[in-house]
């Protein structure tokens, strides 16, 4: 049974930085074979997507939003993906998901991510 655990939100001022970590078990492939995204969800909207990496492929992606103020990243070894936030606003506040899926053409979208975890709270106080 593949899960997904997201860890490290919170309840952090304007300008501060958190790092969420994302720990994925039960592969069925190897870890590297997953692309792995992080999305967000904000009371009343939809989810979107914040970042994605895809190991495999040497790729990561970034919506807009969040480009030179957010990175992803992961380790191998331990079957975990990170995304480093810094210089974090209001507008970032909102429940953070992170999603795995072997074959994710749209990295932004919804579509393809197969395995989701329960989310983790981000709130960004101004």
């Known amino acids: 049974e593949v899960q997904l655990v997201e860890s490290g939100g919170g309840l952090v001022q304007t300008g501060g930085s958190l790092r969420l970590s994302c720990a994925a078990s039960?592969?069925?492939?190897?870890?590297?074979?997953?692309?792995i995204g992080w999305f967000r969800q904000a009371p009343g909207k939809e989810r979107e997507g914040v970042s994605c990496?895809?190991?495999?492929?040497?790729?990561?992606h970034y919506a807009d939003s969040v480009k030179g103020r957010f990175t992803i990243s992961s380790d191998k070894a331990k079957n975990t993906v990170y995304l480093q936030m810094n210089d974090l606003k209001p507008e970032d506040t909102a429940v953070y998901y992170c999603?795995?899926?072997?074959?994710?053409?749209?990295?932004?979208?919804?579509?393809?991510?197969?395995?989701w975890g329960q989310g983790t709270q981000v709130t960004v106080s101004s």
């Open positions: 999603a795995a899926g072997p074959v994710v053409p749209i990295p932004s979208s919804v579509t393809g991510y197969q395995y």
């Open positions: 039960g592969f069925t492939f190897a870890f590297d074979d997953y692309a």
């Open positions: 990496i895809n190991n495999s492929k040497g790729k990561t």
